[in-house]
Structures are given as structure tokens and as C-alpha cells.
């Protein structure tokens, strides 16, 4: 269980009292100039078929964003938080992970979350206004999308321990598994941020986190929100490796990441990666972000989209003709009716189901809030005019309720009401109400 | 051999659990090789090994999350906050995550996490060494709360908080952490649902301290000992005040707690934490709800004052007290 009592760790240089360094800052440096593929001698080296199935994703993720969009306008999802011109950042996090490994979505990696596997109806579960993220997490290896921001971070690296520790128990087993946390620019400055970071250092997590710097927090810029010299110059402060990409060049995205995943991996620690991106849409279908950015700014950052870019370059190498990209607008299509169809099947959730995974067995109280809703559900069913206020209660007789009563056998048999007719409708945590 | 405190069942507790089960793992601020600054981790990390027993940097939303993270892969961890008002910036953890963390996924994923609580005041500590937060957590839906107030619970509920596959916050009277059980009580300590001092209690049920046929007093944690007090002392006045030790604040043990006061007529609910909106206006609700037709008086609480928590010189005025429960005994319309 050396694992993790670093008192005998190598790399930590020095008793701990010692004040000199403990370890060498340099090679945890990020290079300020992120690191770009597109447009370099490199793009030319840069193995074809991935750029291509890059390209293909991309296409297909760009139109998902658009889709998901509209649906908000027709009133089908309840909030969109669009991820336009982030697509390389998305596709890029799926697509680096190796089935054993996590991914830990923020509310805005809708995106990321189907290009690792998952149905688009199912991802987009919670944004249609269900309690539950729609997918089984152990199924795909993906957490449920995070809105508290940063918080998901920590869990990316208390999972990442996990493994390590089974590992170190049973080598076997070892499935060496990475986990990739997701979070934005703003995410940056809440404190789960700084903690997470300080944890995996500490613990030596095999953890990789993505900050997707689209420069804005909302309407708050960036310059706003940190004084750093960069997003990624904040990985050395706790002893690990930073690095920084532009987050509009799909193919050095992928490199970098995949890089860092596999330092990772290999047991060298955690791994810090800022991708300089640019949100296209608004911040959400809801928000109005010509108070807080110009036209022109927008404009600018259009003629850096991820996709014109990874465009110019299979059509540049000859990988990518007309032909070949009216075909790719077909499977986008083909996508797009596909979501619309799944939205025209997918069932309203069961209000049953407000009650059922609170605790793995419901508590007598809710089993008794469940029964009310049910038999007031029942009650409008039969009769709509009714007022679904009006509960009769003569059939009740408060000092005779027993814990029987609590369950949901003994209210449905009968109705429950001891509070007179000022009481109103409110439920209260008890089973009497 | 048993233990005789209630630290020392804790730390026995622990210890049954991380043997038994090599998934569990204790993290949290100094319990290794300090033991914890209450020494409820004593001994611990040299038994089962730094990684088992962890060390961790000094950040409780940091804490909490990586247990998050670490019952999703398959752990059962347990938490040690250091202190009652320290455990505040894990608060959103555990609100936005733990609690929700089993709905939010449809019931796919549950966190079997104990985080433990050292709370309450009457030890002369300083500011934000003395809160009670118990509100707090049991308003929030999808965590359990429970508290003991024996040495048999201390090791019972600890055990069975561990075993639970929902969250459970564990929250451990400071007060109670070196003493033996109260005396006062008539039913033998576990009553009639929880055993010797090596069984575990069952989460969700409450327990008759003492049986009586006058009035009911409802406690929990460092208010037991009080309370038992109080009904010794009634009985110079011909007073016989059963005791009931909630011990699981949620789920509520509404049968338990309903019968006992059906049986007397009579109810004061004492606690340590302010009143306003605290545990005890959800007991005296609850009453008012299923009892009504049984109440001679309607139902009191002792609490402490809806203020910030009072300074070691003062705290003593704002602790319920055998003379203030007993008054609130005198409260209950006995003339009638
Ligand atoms: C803890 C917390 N505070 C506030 C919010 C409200 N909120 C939602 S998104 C957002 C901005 C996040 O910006 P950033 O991290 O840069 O991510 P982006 O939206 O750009 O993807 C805010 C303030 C929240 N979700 N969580
Ligand atoms: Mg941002």
C-alpha cells in the first residue's frame, strides 16, 4: 500500500520540513504557446484515417448541436447549453479514453457523452427535464453530467484512486483505468476546483482534466476570473503537468490529450490541459450574449470553427472531396431525423418514479407521500373537474394510524387527511398528511 | 472486551468494519497517525496500512468528493470531518451529490458513504468548535442522519451506517465521547430492538430509554443524559417521564415515537440545537399530526436559543438542563 504514503515516494525530494523546492518546476511548465497541429509541418505527418474519422465526428457532433438547439425552441428540451465551436474539445475528451476508462461530463458535455456511446435521447434525459441522467454510468463509464461546477472533478480523482488501490490489492485485476474531468474557465476558480487538483497531486490519481477555456464564465471574460498566466500554468502549483492546446485544432487536441491520458496511465501523475476554444452559441438557449460580446468578436472566432479548419486540411491532403462531404451531410441528417424521431417516442416520466431512488428502500413517510400522489393522480384521472384539493376526511382517523398505515398499501386503502380545512395541500415529510 | 466509552466503541467499530470488509476505507483530516484529533481513528492506519486509514490534505469538499469518487468505483469509504462547523465546506458534496447521487442516476449508482460528525457542544470549546447541524442534514432528502447516545449505539449504528447502501451522516456527541452510559434508564440499554455492545443497531429505529407513564420526553445524542437525569428527579414529585432516544433522526421512527407518547398523553422534545426550525419542530409537528386525539398539553420543546452558539463562560445557560426540561414538564397542563 505504498500507493499512497508518499513519505517514501522518490519524486517528493527532501524530509518534509525541508523549505528548498521538493521537486523541479520546470518540467511541469506548460509551453505558453498552445500547442497546434493544423497549419504546422506536423498536420502533414498527422496519420490520415484519424484526421478523417475526426473530421467525420465532427461533422455529426456540430449538427447534434444544432438539433439539440431547435428541440429547446419547439419546447422538447427543457435547457440546451450548447457546446457550437467547443466540438473538437468534445470529441477530443471522447474519443482519447480507452473503454476501462471514466469520463466526468460538466452540464455542458452533452456532446462528449454521446461520442463515448451513449443514445442521444438517453444523454439528453436530464435536459428533457427528467430527474436522472438517463444512462447507467457503470454501462458507459461516464458520470452523470455535473452542474455544480468543478464539484465532479474530485469525484474523477476519489474513482481514479479507487482503481489504484484495487490495483495495488489485486495487480491482477489491474485495469489501469484513467478518468477525464471536464470542466470550463469559470469552473477554474471555485474551490472543488483547487481541491481536486491538490488531491490527485497528493494521491498521485491517474487523472487527466480538461479546461475548456471558451473564454467566457456566462458573460463574465476570462480576465475576469483569473490573473494566471495561463489556465494550465496553475497545474504546477500542485506539482503536476500543465499543458495547453488550441482547443479549435481537432487533430492536436487528440494529440495532447491522448498524451496526457497515457501519462496518466503510466502512473506519473496527474495531468492538467487548457484548450483555448470559443462557445459559438449563446450559453444557453436562454441567454442573450450580445450584452456581454460583440459581433465582430463572434465573427472572428467563426473563422477559427474546429470544423472549417479540420476542413481546409483533409481537402488540402486530398482526404476529404465534394463527394465525400455530401455524403457526411447525409449521416448528419440521418442523425438529426433520428434524434427528432427518438424525442416523438420517448414516454413523460412516471411522476411514480419522484419516490423510488431517493433511498434504496423508500422510508414508511415516503412510501405514504408516494400513495398521496398516486390516489390524487387516481383522483383526477376519474373525475378532471373535481378539485383535486377536496379530501374527505371522515374515512380518517389520525390516532388510529399505525406504521401500517404509513406504508403504501395502508394510505391507498383509504384517504388521509387530519388537518381540517384550513390546512391546505402542502405535504408535509410525514405519513399523515 | 467491550468497550466502556463511546470513542472507544467508535474506534471499534472501525476497526470490525475495516477488517471485515476490505472495500472500507477511512480518510478524513489527521486520523492516521494521530489517531484523530478525538482519537476515534486510533491505531488504525497501523493495523491496516496508510492507504486504509488515509491521511488527507486539509480540504473537506476535497474529502467528501473523492469518497464520492471512490464509491462509484465500488469503496465504502468513511469520512472523518474534523469538527461540526468544519464540515460546512463539504456541504455542497454532500447536498448536490451524495444525497442525490442515487436519484439523479435513475438508481444506478448509490454511495455507501458513513461521514462522521463530531458535534455538539458542552465541552468548553471555543467558537465553531461546539455546533449543532443536525437540521441541516436531516432536511436534505436522500441522507440518512442518525446519532447515539450509548456506547453500544456508538459501535451499533457506527456498523450499521458502514453496511448501509445509502449515505448516512454519523453525527457523534462530543460530549459523549468519553463517558460511559447515563444512568437513569429502566429498559435495558439497547431496549428492545438493539443488543449487546457488539451488535449492530438497526438504522431507522428509535428506542425507549426508560418507560413512564406521565409524560414522554423525546431526545437524542448529548441530550439523553439530561433527559434521563430530569426523569430521576421527577420522580421526587411523583412524576414517572418515560425516555425516548430517537438516535435515527431519518429515516423518523414515527411508530415508536407515536406509541410513547399515545401512552402518556404528554410530549416535550428536547435538543441542543436552536429551536427554530429544528429537529424538534418536526417531532412536535409529527405529534401534533398522528397523536392529537391522545394529547393532554400540547407539545413542548427544550432547546437551545435561537442564537450563534455561546462561548465556553456562557454555554452552560443555553444547554437544556435538568431544571429546564423539568419545567417544561411543569408546562404540560397538569391542572386540568
Ligand atoms: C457552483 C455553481 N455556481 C454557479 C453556477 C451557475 N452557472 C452555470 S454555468 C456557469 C458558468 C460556467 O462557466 P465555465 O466554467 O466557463 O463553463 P462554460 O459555461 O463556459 O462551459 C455558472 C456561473 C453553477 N452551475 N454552479
Ligand atoms: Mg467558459
Redesign the pocket.
Known sequence: MTLVDHSTSPDLVGPPHSHGPRRDAAPLLPDPEPVRVLGTEAAAAFDPELARDLHRRLVLARRFNQQATTLTRQGRLAVY?A?TG?EACQVGAAMVLRPQDWLFP???DTLAVVARGVRPIDALTLMRGHAHCGYDPYEHRIAPLS?????QAAHAVGLAHAARLRAAANPAADEQLVALAL????????G?FHEALNFAAVLRAPVVFLV???????S?P?AR?SAAPTLAHKAVGYGMVGRLVDGNDALAVHQVLSDAVEHARSGRGPVLVEAITY?LDA??NADDATRYRSAGEVEAWRARDPLTLLDAHLRAQGLLDDAGAAELARAAEELAGRIRAEFEAAPEPDPATLFTHVYAEPTSQLRAQAAELAARLADEADDPGDDPFHLDGDEFDSDNLTANDLTADGLAAGGVDDRGPDAGAGTTRGGAA | MSPTTMVGALNAALRDSLRDDPDVHVLGEDVGALGGVFRVTDGLAAEFGAARCLDTPLAEAGILGTAIGMAMYGLRPVVEMQFDAFAYPAF?QLVSHVAKMRNRTGGRVGLPITIRVPYGGGVGGVEHHSDSSEAYYAHTPGLHVVTPATVADGYGLLRAAIASDDPVVFLEPKRLYWSADPPGGTEPAAGATSGAQDQVAPIGRAVVRRAGTSATLITYGPSLPICLAAAQAARADGLDLAVVDLRSLVPFDDETVCAAVRATGRAVVVHEASGFGGVGAEVAARIGEQCFHHLAAPVLRVTGYDIPYPPPMLEKHHLPSVDRVLDAVARLQWEQ
Not at chain 1, 470542466?183 to 471555485?190: A, H, I, L, R
Open positions: 447549453p457546446s467547443q460538466s452540464y455542458r452542474t455544480p461546477l468543478a464539484t470542466v470550463g474557465d469559470g469552473g477554474t476558480s471555485e472543488d475548456q477555456n471558451n473564454g467566457y464564465a456566462i463574465v476570462l476570473q462557445r450559453h444557453t | 455542497e
